[in-house]
C-alpha cells in the first residue's frame, strides 16, 4: 500500500464466483474515500484458478448522487421483475456455466467487448 492511503474500515460481500469488497481509504491529507472493488474467480483448464479485478473509486463529493441513482435502478429491477431470481440454466448446467456462455443472439456489431483495468 502506498504512503499516501491507508485502510479505515472494510467489508465483503461473498456472491458465488464474485467478491465484492468495500474498502474505505484515507488520503495524506486525511481525507476518506471508497473503493469498490468486484474479484471474479476463473478457473484454467488445468484447475488452477486467476482472479479478475474491476475498482470503482468514489468520492465524497458523489456519494448522494451515487446512492439516489443506485437506489432508484434497483428499485426499478425489482418493480419490474420483482426479486425473484430469473435464471436461463437447464438442470445440467450451473450457475457457473451460464455466466462463461457467449452471447449467441446478438449479431456481429450490436456488442463491443470492453476490457477495464484496475484504476
Known amino acids: 500500500m502506498s504512503e499516501r492511503e491507508q485502510d479505515i474500515f472494510s467489508k465483503a460481500l461473498r456472491a458465488g464466483r464474485r ?3 468495500f474498502d474505505v481509504k484515507s488520503t495524506k491529507a486525511g481525507d476518506y474515500y471508497l473503493t469498490i472493488t468486484e474479484s471474479k474467480k476463473f478457473t484454467n483448464d488445468d484447475g488452477s484458478f486467476h482472479f479478475k479485478k ?18 432508484e435502478t434497483t428499485n426499478f429491477i425489482i418493480g419490474e421483475k420483482g426479486e425473484e431470481i430469473i435464471s436461463d440454466y437447464t438442470p445440467n448446467q450451473t450457475p457457473s456455466d451460464v455466466e462463461n456462455q457467449e452471447v449467441e443472439s446478438t449479431s456481429e456489431g450490436e456488442f463491443t467487448d470492453l476490457n477495464f483495468d484496475d484504476i
Request: charge should be negative; proline fraction near 0%; glycine fraction near 0%.
Open 54 to 71: 474491476h475498482k470503482i473509486y468514489l468520492y465524497k463529493e458523489d456519494f448522494n448522487e451515487f446512492k439516489s441513482i443506485l437506489e
Open 19 to 21: 467478491t465484492y469488497f
